[in-house]
């Protein structure tokens, strides 16, 4: 099984069918807990039903809502590939804000489409902040084909127009899948009511996903500060994607000067041969000495700018004004700066452009940018190294708007 999970995020319009999804493939996989799949078939007896799916979702939320940590909030299902995490995005407002300030990064999408509904206003307000947060690995499942009779031909107009609509976007789904969730049809097991069709089930969808192997991308260590330790300067950090090795020579960015790491230590372990991602060690360099902020990369393929390209989201209720200074802040780098152009801002919940080429933006609104700093920073796109694709601003002393360069 692979180490890491892959994180992803289920959306559609509501009753189309997210609830019930998710406790079928929690289901199917074998991963609720027995006493809480009991729980769930007495509740669904006491209801005159067959074992209700979405219980397990209501299950689960309950829990949540009474401060009981069970590991099923957290790693939804398994398969034998990998652990999957859906990321919890109650609304599109949400979705933003959490993928943008950072506390959660969906690397691939679950669309559900309830076939005798078709696409609502909802699911194509979906589809633009999937397309705004560049999320690629979509699987578009149109569910309820049980209501449709099992039909091609029904399938084939759904599958159709999202096409377009993705088109659009500049979105190419990996797959569009029939489905019924709640008769488990293409969700585990490959449907026998559905025989017309000959792609892969959901969770064979699932495990063709590429997670993001950050830790084999090229090396990107943030200096968070620098100390004296028995007389040594030793510059401490994290290592935010690849493999920072005793002895290697790197680039210290964004000056673009070369130096050769010495030593690499932590507590009770003085002399490390190596520290991989998401390590914090200390470290000592041959050459002039470090300072916070600075980036150390065995190879110059990060983006070095003053000037940053970006979606934002702007989290406070006083609107901004073209042109009022700001701190961006990504990894441990801190620059002042404006944004100096607003290209255009948007209303999450209408997904219209609300102006473009503007000088303000509202609370709650999306914002595409230029941002002018007043020195170089080293940034890379989210998709490839989340920590320094993804940033915060601030003004006065608080935070204000999430933003990622995508």
Not at 134 to 139: E, N
Not at 221 to 233: H, R, S
Request: with cysteine.
């Amino acid at each position: 099984m692979e180490e890491r999970s892959l994180h992803i995020v289920i959306v559609g319009h509501v009753d189309h069918g997210k609830s019930t999804l998710v406790g079928r493939l929690i289901y199917d996989t074998g991963s609720l807990p027995p006493e809480k799949l009991e729980e769930i078939r007495k509740a669904s007896e006491l209801q005159g039903r067959e074992l209700e799916f979405a219980y397990i979702m209501d299950n689960l939320e309950e829990e949540r809502k009474k401060g009981i940590t069970i590991d099923i909030a957290h790693t939804f299902f398994m398969t034998k590939k990998r652990r999957y995490v859906i990321i919890d995005a109650p609304g599109h407002k949400e979705f933003l804000k959490n993928m943008i300030s950072g506390t959660s990064q969906a690397e691939a999408a679950l669309l559900l489409i309830d076939i005798s509904q078709g696409i609502q206003e909802q699911t194509r307000r979906h589809c633009y902040i999937l397309s705004l947060l560049g999320v690629r690995q979509i699987a578009v499942l149109v569910n309820k084909m049980d209501l449709a009779g099992y039909r091609e031909e029904s399938f084939n107009e759904i599958r159709n127009e999202i096409e377009i609509l993705l088109k659009g976007l500049k979105i190419i789904p990996s797959y569009i899948i029939p489905v019924s969730a709640s008769k488990g049809e293409n969700v585990a097991l490959r449907s026998e009511k559905l025989t017309w069709y000959k792609g892969p089930t959901i969770l064979e969808a699932l495990d063709n996903f590429d997670t993001l192997k950050i830790e084999d991308k090229g090396l990107r260590f943030a200096v968070q500060d620098l100390y004296t330790v028995v007389g040594e300067p030793v510059a401490v950090g994290r290592v935010e994607a690849g493999v920072l090795r005793k002895g290697q020579d790197v680039f210290v960015l964004p000056e673009k000067r070369k130096a050769r790491i010495t030593k690499i230590k932590k507590y009770l372990e003085e002399d490390m041969p190596f520290a991989a991602t998401g390590d914090c060690v200390g470290i000592r360099i041959e050459g002039p000495g470090l300072k916070r902020g600075q980036i150390l990369s065995d190879k110059i393929l990060s983006t070095i700018t003053d000037t940053i390209h970006a979606n934002i989201f702007w989290m406070v209720d006083k609107e901004y004004r073209l042109g009022t200074p700001i701190i961006f802040r990504c990894a441990t780098q801190e620059v002042k700066g404006s944004i100096r152009k607003i290209l255009k801002r948007f209303d999450p919940a209408s997904i219209e452009v609300v102006e473009h080429n503007a000088t303000t933006i509202k609370p709650a609104e999306v914002a595409e940018v230029e941002i002018g700093l007043e020195a170089m920073v080293t940034v890379d796109n989210f998709f490839e190294v989340p920590e320094l694709g993804r940033f915060v601003l601030e003004h006065a002393g608080y935070p204000v708007a999430g933003g990622i360069i995508v």
